[in-house]
């Protein structure tokens, strides 16, 4: 298993990750080492699938051509 360093860590939020692991009942690193699992695996799958639906959803609809409002932003 691969190894991970994090320095500087704002002592509010170590604080609280401390307090969130206690509640729990399990050690500081094993629930650091939960949040970065399921925020890898939560970053992976949701896009896809949210993408997915987007496209589902938007399927057989006329959209207007967005050149004229981005250029009109952007001489702003």
């Known amino acids: 298993m691969a190894q991970v360093v994090i320095r ?13 692991a206690a509640r729990k009942g399990v050690s500081l690193e094993r629930e650091l080492r939960t949040i970065l699992t399921e925020a890898a695996r939560a970053d992976r799958t949701g896009f896809g699938e949210r993408a997915a639906a987007f496209r589902r959803k938007l399927a057989g609809r006329r959209h207007s051509d967005s050149t004229r409002l981005i250029r009109k932003d952007r001489d702003r």
């Open 8 to 20: 500087n860590i704002d002592e509010d939020a170590m604080r609280r990750l401390k307090s969130r």
